[in-house]
Every structure is written in C-alpha cells, then in structure tokens.
C-alpha cells in the first residue's frame, strides 16, 4: 500500500500506533492500518481504489499505450 499511494504522489507524515497517515499536495489525507508485511482487507484496497480513482488511471493508460 505504500508503495502505490508513494506513486501516486502522497507522502508518509505520521506513523502512530497501529496506522499509517498520508498526505498529498491537495490536502488529501489518507489513513491505512499497519499490517507487518500481511496482506491488507479489500475495504482498504477498495477505498484507496476509489479515492485515487485508479480505474479512471487504468483506462486511461489503457487508451494512451493503444494509440
């Protein structure tokens, strides 16, 4: 998950007890749970999905590596 929401221009802040907190140039602030390496539930995945609108990125990668 850090991984992605780096790509995607955020930045760690905070780590405190069990979550993550991050923040990008706008002022969105996203928190996801610490997991130590364990996968993390679909409801964060599905939140981060819809928050970065990463299926409106898809398709338009998607349109650009085909022109």
Do not use: C
Request: glycine share 8%; aromatic share 8%; no cysteine.
């Amino acid at each position: 998950m850090h991984y992605i929401l780096t790509a995607f221009g955020f930045e760690e802040k905070r780590s405190k007890g069990s979550h993550h907190s991050f923040r990008n140039a706008d002022g969105l602030k996203i928190t996801v749970p610490k997991k130590g390496g364990q996968k993390v539930k679909g409801v964060y995945v599905r939140q981060i999905v819809a928050l970065l609108k990463l299926e409106e990125w898809s398709d338009e990668s998607e349109d650009e590596s085909q022109a």
